[in-house]
């Protein structure tokens, strides 16, 4: 399978990988001397982010924006935050807009599938709304851990966007463990803050690019194995 990967990759000719940049010992600390450089470009990327996706229905290019900008953070590039979040929406913009509604279609299932499991599993104490409640928590997890990985691949890759999903879904199959190790890091996080009293603000300041740039850079470590 290993070598399939890379022939199914070289094949489509996606590796378009950034400049190579002098390396940095230990990822933690390469991510905080960035940071400890450029917090105020972490707080614009976060803020254009959050005000991009209040339409909803843009929120496929907001984040296909937001990982182009945090792509170049973790490979270490010079970052122009508003003229790199346009370019990787407009470079990209059918993708992310697809890739977008499929987010929110499946948004829209575990919704309904919640609701149902709710009310007949919980209020109910019916056997088949529990199973209805897992099935929705499940389908809620896999569709967040598949679109971290599509949303990489998209400002990573020229492909199309039909390859990328195959990719992806080729990708985790070698590497499932991982994958669900990375989708739990923004899951975790989150339930950490929902602890805290008033920690809501930090979403809107620093949540999203911090948590898109420790998700990037371990998704890229199983993605450069395949290059």
Request: overall charge neutral; some cysteine; charged content about 20%.
């Amino acid at each position: 399978m290993d070598e399939w990967k890379k022939q199914d990759i070289n094949e489509y000719e996606c590796l378009e990988p950034f400049e190579e940049q002098k390396e940095t010992k230990g990822p933690f600390r390469k991510f905080l001397r960035r940071f400890s450089d450029e917090y105020g470009k972490f707080i614009f990327v976060n803020f254009l982010f959050v005000i991009c996706s209040l339409p909803i229905v843009t929120i496929g290019l907001s984040i296909t924006g937001l990982f182009y900008v945090m792509m170049r953070f973790v490979e270490d590039e010079y970052v122009d935050v508003f003229y790199h979040f346009k370019k990787g929406i407009v470079d990209n913009f059918k993708k992310g807009l697809i890739a977008g509604i499929v987010v929110l279609l499946t948004i829209t299932v575990v919704y309904f599938l919640f609701y149902i499991g709710y009310y007949n599993g919980v209020i109910l104490d019916n056997f088949i709304g529990k199973l209805i409640l897992i099935m929705s928590f499940f389908i809620l997890f896999t569709g967040i851990m598949v679109h971290l990985f599509v949303f990489t691949m998209i400002v990573r890759y020229d492909i199309p966007l039909r390859r990328i999903y195959k990719n992806t879904f080729g990708i985790l199959m070698l590497n499932m463990a991982k994958g669900i190790v990375i989708t739990s890091i923004p899951l975790i996080i989150s339930i950490i803050l929902l602890m805290i009293p008033y920690a809501s603000t930090f979403y809107f300041i620093l949540y999203f690019s911090i948590v898109s740039y420790i998700v990037i850079s371990n998704i890229l470590n199983i993605f450069i194995r395949y290059e």
